[in-house]
C-alpha cells in the first residue's frame, strides 16, 4: 500500500492483481478469523487512490485486476453497479484461454484457490495458480459454476456500469515477446499495456491523420508511408531515450525497466485516417488498409530497436541463445 502511494504521489500510475488474496470467508490461520476477501482490499487501494494527488495536479490512477477463476470473482464483476463502491479505480477481469473455451462450450467452470492450510503457503504462493496446480500443490474448490453465466454478468455489468473490463491475459501472455522472463500479471491503469512485476508504463502515440496526403496534392487522399515510417523510427528512439531521464521511484522499477527497456507505441486518429480516405471501417478494403498500416508500423518499430541494439547492446534481459 504504501509502495503504491508513493508512486502516485509522484504522478505515477499503479496496476494490481488481487488475485492472490484469500476469497471472502477464507480461514485466516493467523488471527483464527475469516478474509474479507479480495473485493473488500479492492475498496481499500481505491479509497487510497483517491487520497492521493501527485505534485497538487493529479489524481493518482489504480487499475484492478481479478483473474477468472478466484472464488471472489461474481462480486468483483458486479461491484460497480453499487455506485458508491471502487469509485477511484478501474477494473478488469483476466481472463484465461481455458476460460474462453468453457464459454465457448458452455462447459462448467470451476472457482478455486490455493489450501492455505498447505505449508509454507504465504511464502509459496505468488498468484499463478497454473503453477501453483502444476506443481501438484493441493487447491479447494469452492465453487462451480456455469462459464457462461460468468460471462453474461460481465457483459450485463459491462452494459449497466461500463465495467469490469476484460484483459485477455492467457492471449496477451502467448503473443508476448517477453515470455521467456516476464509473466505478465497486470496492466497499467488505462490498460494499454501489458505488464510485469515493477515493469514501468512507457507510452507514446503517433498520430497518423498527419500522414495523409490531401487530395489536391496527387489527385487522391494517400498515406505519405516515407513520413510515417521516419516517424515510428524516431519515436522509438524517443522513447528509448525516455527510460534514461525517467526519476524512477523505486530502484526495483529503474532496474526492471533499465534492464527490458520496454516500450509502449500506439497510434491514434484511425478513424479520420479511414474517412479521408473514403473506407467503410469494417468493409474489406478497409481491413486490408489495416493489414498493411499496422504491420508497417511493427516492422518498422521492431527494425529500429534492433538498429539501437547493433549501436548500443542488446537489453541485458534479451536471449542470446
Not at 42 to 51: F, R
Not at 153 to 168: N, R, T
Not at 263 to 282: H, P, S
Request: aromatic fraction near 12%; include cysteine; glycine fraction near 8%.
Amino acid at each position: 500500500m504504501n509502495q503504491m502511494a508513493q508512486i502516485m504521489a509522484a504522478g505515477g500510475g499503479v496496476g494490481i492483481n488481487v488475485s492472490t488474496l484469500r476469497p471472502r470467508y477464507a480461514h485466516t490461520k493467523s488471527t483464527n478469523g475469516r478474509s474479507s476477501g479480495a473485493v473488500s482490499w479492492s475498496e481499500i487501494y481505491s479509497y487510497t487512490t483517491g487520497l492521493i494527488e501527485g505534485g497538487g495536479s493529479r489524481r493518482g490512477a489504480l487499475m484492478l485486476i481479478l483473474e477468472d477463476w478466484h472464488p471472489d470473482i461474481m462480486e468483483f464483476i458486479n461491484v460497480k453497479r453499487d455506485a458508491k463502491r471502487i469509485l477511484n479505480a478501474n477494473i478488469s477481469v483476466g481472463i484465461s484461454n481455458e476460460f474462453m473455451k468453457a464459454v465457448e462450450g458452455d462447459l462448467d467452470w470451476q472457482l478455486v484457490f490455493p489450501d492455505t492450510t498447505y505449508p509454507n503457503y504465504k511464502e509459496l504462493w505468488n498468484g499463478n495458480i497454473k503453477e501453483w496446480i502444476a506443481s501438484d500443490k493441493p487447491i479447494k474448490v469452492w465453487k462451480t459454476v456455469k462459464a457462461k453465466e460468468l460471462w453474461n454478468a460481465i457483459i450485463e455489468s459491462a452494459w449497466a456500469c461500463a465495467e469490469p473490463g476484460l484483459w485477455f491475459k492467457g492471449r496477451a501472455n502467448e503473443y508476448s515477446n517477453s515470455w521467456y522472463y516476464a509473466p505478465l500479471i497486470a496492466v497499467n491503469p488505462c490498460a494499454e499495456q501489458p505488464l510485469d512485476e515493477w515493469s514501468v508504463c512507457l507510452l507514446g502515440s503517433i498520430n497518423l491523420s498527419k500522414f495523409v496526403i490531401p487530395y489536391g496534392e496527387v489527385g487522391h487522399h494517400t498515406i505519405n508511408w516515407k513520413d510515417l515510417e521516419r516517424a515510428v523510427r524516431t519515436a522509438v528512439r524517443f522513447l528509448d531515450d525516455v527510460i534514461e531521464v525517467t526519476p524512477y521511484v523505486y530502484p526495483e522499477m529503474e532496474d526492471k525497466q533499465k534492464s527490458e527497456r520496454r516500450i509502449g507505441l500506439g497510434t491514434m486518429g484511425l478513424a479520420e485516417v479511414l474517412i479521408r480516405l473514403k473506407l467503410r471501417y469494417g468493409s474489406p478494403e478497409s481491413l486490408k488498409f489495416i493489414d498493411e498500416l499496422y504491420q508497417s508500423i511493427a516492422y518498422w518499430a521492431y527494425d529500429e530497436s534492433i538498429n539501437l541494439a547493433m549501436e548500443k547492446g542488446a537489453f541485458p534481459r534479451c536471449a542470446t541463445d
